[in-house]
């Protein structure tokens, strides 16, 4: 069986799209660090359908790897000359299958970070993207200021460190091209954050300030750094992704993507040197994203949160067998129209029912087959950026919170670390310790999970937040998820 290259794409069966351009004739003008699933079922994908039209050749992505567990990626894409399949499963089942063509190189810097440095000092290079998700911009989950405290960003501010970080690496790129009288690239972060360029740009020049207060400032004033909405679906790869990309072609891809067909970038028009004619391969280039961010963060991302833990404890492990079972559904749809729907800004072009209806729909495919292990992963990055904010805005006018809280409460029985019949739960979240022990004395003291300050802030010391949180923590541990939810959907 031969693997996926530049030389066996041609020979593929005709039912998979592969590129119609010469990628022999494309140049890097992105960096990307981070490539994961959802990099290569999105901008890698936008960038693939512009080059077929005969668009953005000089615009290939070089992907950067900076993570020791990256070397996986690096030896996937480098034997195949950057090619993957991506495939789209429809609630059907039918599926479309293409070969992604516009990333062209992959760096791993732990191997060579001088060769990753260089790559972005280069001025080809006009777009830095990120996807290195929710807690790669080391920022307080309640103040918001820059956590400059982490071992790995201490060693890179040692006189002399070579850089291992997405900061000092970018930084250290942003260093040269100044002194080399280089145009600044654009920083794009793609990330799951509200004001995800906003909150970059406070990142990288809080960094640079810490190495060079008139780098910082010139980072400040030159760098421009978009915000932006993305959305696409995509699950971790399974093997047996990997084995039905074997039966339908006859090659062997390491490492295919799969996700939804739904697909949605709303950018905003800040670049510094430039950019891909993006709207013409379905992007929406707006001057304001935020409406956008706050509907897909607070409806689609916090509704992920809202059936993820409820879902698991009440036996299911896929997202469609959550949205599917009524009484979550029901849940699930009271959080979004009166909890989450209330803290919105109206949003150009979108009408919000519909898209809610839209999101149940995307939720039950059942081809897509996400997990809600994935969902439940990394939870101190996500309840804090994206339910919290509806917490404290429904708090200060005075609207409920009974849903949101019980979500909370639903994480706080999570992280106790055993389900229902006592089996163990894999909390996988970089505070595994620190949850899981203020979980299990919870039994005792019930508020014990949510007086971390650093995660909830003063939350625990509002009655109209404990109150619901605790009933619904109470009920549990009582009654169990199935009950607790019925309750709650009334
Ligand atoms: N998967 C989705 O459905 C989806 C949809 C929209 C947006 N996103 C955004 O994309 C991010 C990545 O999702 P994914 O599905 O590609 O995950 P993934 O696990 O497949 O890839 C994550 C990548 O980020 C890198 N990374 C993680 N932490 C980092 C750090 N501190 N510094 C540098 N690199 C780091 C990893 O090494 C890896 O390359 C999400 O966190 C989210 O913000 C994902
Ligand atoms: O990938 P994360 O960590 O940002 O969040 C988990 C999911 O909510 C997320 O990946 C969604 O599937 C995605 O945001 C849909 O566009």
Redesign the pocket.
């Known amino acids: 069986m031969t693997a996926l290259t530049q030389e066996t794409v041609a020979a593929l069966p005709e039912a998979v799209a592969v590129p119609s351009y010469d990628r022999s004739r494309l140049t890097v003008g992105i960096v990307h660090?981070?490539?994961?699933?959802?990099?290569?079922?999105?901008q890698a994908m936008y960038l693939d359908r512009l080059m077929n039209e005969g668009k953005a050749h000089d615009w290939a992505i070089c992907g950067v790897?900076?993570?020791p567990?990256?070397a996986r990626?690096r030896d996937a894409l480098i034997a195949q000359d950057g090619l993957y399949t991506l495939v789209l499963k429809h609630p059907d089942g039918t599926r479309e299958a293409r070969v992604i063509g516009s990333i062209t190189d992959y760096l791993f810097a732990p191997d060579d970070p001088e060769a990753v440095i260089e790559k972005m000092a280069d001025p080809t290079v006009r777009i830095v993207s990120?996807?290195?998700?929710?807690?790669?911009?080391?920022i307080h989950p309640v103040t918001g200021a820059f956590d400059a405290g982490s071992p790995?960003i201490r060693a890179d501010l040692e006189p002399g460190a070579v850089p291992a970080?997405?900061f000092g690496l970018v930084t250290e790129a942003l260093r040269r091209r100044r002194a080399r009288g280089l145009v600044p690239f654009t920083v794009m972060s793609?990330?799951?954050?509200q004001g995800?360029g906003e909150v970059a740009r406070h990142s990288f020049t809080a960094f640079a300030r810490l190495v060079d207060a008139g780098l910082a400032d010139w980072i400040e004033a030159a760098v421009a750094f978009p915000n932006s909405m993305?959305?696409?679906?995509?699950?971790?790869?399974t093997d047996e992704d990997r084995e039905a990309v074997t039966e339908l072609f006859g090659v062997l891809d390491a490492w295919p993507v799969t996700?939804e067909p739904f697909t949605q970038w709303v950018l905003e028009d800040d670049f510094s040197r430039g950019r891909p004619p993006f709207e013409e391969a379905g992007v929406q280039v707006v001057a304001d994203v935020e409406p956008y961010e706050l509907m897909k963060l607070r409806l689609l991302?916090a509704g992920h949160q809202a059936l993820c833990y409820f879902g698991y404890l009440s036996g299911h492990r896929y997202v469609h067998e959550a949205a599917t079972d009524p009484a979550i559904a029901k849940f699930l749809l009271d959080y979004m129209d009166l909890e989450a729907t209330p803290t919105l800004r109206p949003v150009p072009g979108v009408d919000l029912d519909g898209y809610k209806r839209t999101l149940i729909e995307r939720f039950s495919n059942a081809e897509v087959r996400?997990t809600l292990a994935?969902l439940c992963a990394?939870s101190s990055?996500r309840i804090p950026k994206w339910l919290l904010p509806v917490v404290r805005e429904q708090l200060a006018g005075g609207g409920p919170v009974t849903r949101a809280a019980a979500v909370v409460a639903s994480w706080a029985r999570y992280a106790e670390g055993a389900d229902e019949s006592g089996e163990p739960i894999v909390v996988v979240d970089r505070l595994r310790e620190r949850l899981m022990a203020a979980a299990k004395a919870q039994r005792q003291r019930p508020t014990a999970f949510i007086e971390d300050r650093e995660l909830f802030g003063d939350l625990a010391d509002d009655e109209r937040f404990v109150e619901p949180y605790l009933r619904a923590l109470e009920s549990l541990h009582a009654k169990g998820a199935r009950a607790t939810v019925r309750w709650l959907a009334g």
């Open positions: 660090i981070g490539v994961g699933g959802f990099h290569r079922a999105h790897g900076v993570l567990g990256d990626m990120l996807t290195v998700t929710e807690g790669g911009y080391n790995a970080t997405v793609c990330d799951n954050i995800n993305v959305d696409r679906i995509t699950p971790v790869t996700c991302n996400d994935r990394e990055d």
